[in-house]
């Protein structure tokens, strides 16, 4: 019972273009969405969050959108850069439920010079 | 300055020793946690005190018991190890239930 999911595995993207990573999620009661970026043997690095009051949030090349009514949201790079080359992984919590972090499959980005 | 630091990076043990990892954190947070990565990449919670308090337990087995010394400490013991049990560790922290902050994870390989 998958409740966050990340359908495409992989995205290829040209440098300088926009590379955009879509998230969907089942349990109507997340109100609190994070985006982590992943290197290899690494951790996870906390990239941008959205809460579900907002349907937009922006930070610098990084922007998160937030639908939700088709329980769905992106991840927008513009531009996109070879240092963005990661595991993207799209979380989801419910605030009052201790912080429970429930995490999508992940996509690699591959961005190309 | 470290934010989330965990030892050791790397363990390789046979099956049916007893290992733990440790987990610090210098970022004043009050909730700890521990993730699992399984060889699908999944990233799964196990475990999260807050102010030393089990408060996320989640379908684990008991051969896996947190300790938490302090607010700033959460170890991950693990009994009689099984093959199942090769994956990436990760502690994490966070203040609020929100924003949670990834140590560098524990490659953990068992024989």
């Known amino acids: 019972d998958q409740q966050v999911k990340q359908n495409s595995p992989s995205l290829s993207v040209q440098e300088g273009r926009i590379s955009i990573l879509n998230c969907d999620y089942t349990n109507s009661m997340f109100d609190y969405f994070l985006w982590y970026k992943k290197y290899p043997a690494e951790g996870p690095t906390f990239l941008i969050s959205?809460?579900?009051?907002?349907d937009k949030n922006e930070d610098g090349r990084f922007t998160v959108f937030l639908n939700k009514s088709a329980k769905h949201l992106s991840l927008h790079i513009v531009p996109s850069q070879p240092g963005d080359s990661a595991v993207y992984f799209c979380a989801a919590i419910v605030t009052s439920n201790t912080g429970k972090l429930i995490f999508g499959q992940g996509t690699t980005l591959q961005v190309k010079p | 300055d470290t934010a989330v630091s965990q030892t050791p990076k790397y363990l390789v043990t046979q099956m049916g020793n007893d290992k733990s990892i440790k987990c610090e954190q210098n970022?004043?947070?009050?909730?700890m946690y521990w993730y699992k990565q399984d060889s699908k990449k999944f990233l799964k919670i196990m475990f999260s005190y807050n102010n030393k308090e089990l408060i996320i337990n989640e379908t684990v087995p008991n051969r896996f018991s947190p300790k938490s010394p302090d607010k700033a400490h959460l170890n991950l013991h693990i009994n009689s190890l099984e093959l199942g049990d090769s994956a990436v560790y990760f502690c994490?922290?966070?203040?609020?239930?929100?924003?949670?902050?990834f140590g560098p994870g524990t490659r953990l390989l068992v024989l």
């Open positions: 994490a922290s966070g203040r609020g239930g929100l924003t949670q902050y």
């Open positions: 959205i809460s579900s009051i907002k």
């Open positions: 970022l004043g947070h009050d909730t």
